[in-house]
């Protein structure tokens, strides 16, 4: 189960919510020796990630997008009017094993949800695992992270990657 081995107080809601409704993410314990800064080169933000981290060529039509290949895993990044608002995380109609949990980053409140892929029926829950986190650096102006991969680990290391996403050009809250 996604979310259970990473946030077992987590339960499945739908943003935004009161604070005291969702938890707050859990800490796991990640070796991030060797982890770097990237600075996107389309989006707003730097994040620190694992050394074989590369931003690779996407094409965006309507926001500011790209992903990163970390090797076991990768994070996409969606951001501006058009990726949405930022204080919405919905559960794809394909996920199972969904939690939400909330953190504090430079003083915005991220949304972060984890589940597991299945077919479109409800099949394979042993398939890949998934996490998305949302924000909104200014109203109705989301920036909006997503990782896929195969192990628990992966998303062990979204969650402290999250942590560490650090907002370009936006004010301070």
């Keep these: 189960m996604a979310l259970g ?7 499945p809601s739908v ?12 800490a796991p314990a990640v070796d991030t020796t060797g982890w770097r800064e990237l600075t996107t080169v389309r989006g707003n933000f730097s ?18 997008c790209g992903e990163i290949d970390i090797g076991a895993w990768k994070l996409g990044y969606d951001q501006g009017g058009m990726a949405g608002p930022g204080d919405t995380l919905t559960a794809p109609y394909q996920a199972a094993d969904v939690g939400l949990c909330t953190e504090e980053i430079d003083g ?3 949304f972060v949800q984890t589940y597991r892929i299945t077919d ?15 924000l909104a650096p200014l109203p109705g102006h989301g ?13 062990r290391e979204f ?5 560490t996403l650090r907002l370009r050009g936006f004010p301070p809250r």
Excluded: F, N
Aim: net charge positive; glycine share 6%.
């Design 5 to 11: 081995l990473l946030v077992g107080a987590c339960r």
């Design 15 to 26: 943003p935004p919510a009161p604070a005291a409704v969702i938890p707050p993410c859990p």
């Design 47 to 64: 994040i620190r990630l694992p050394p074989t981290a590369v931003e690779v060529p996407v094409r965006c039509w309507d926001s500011a």
């Design 108 to 110: 915005r409140r991220v």
């Design 120 to 134: 479109r029926r409800g099949r394979d829950l042993q398939g890949p695992l998934a996490g998305r986190a949302a």
């Design 143 to 155: 920036v909006y992270l997503s990782a896929y991969g195969v192990a628990p680990e992966h998303l």
């Design 159 to 163: 969650l402290v990657a999250v942590r």
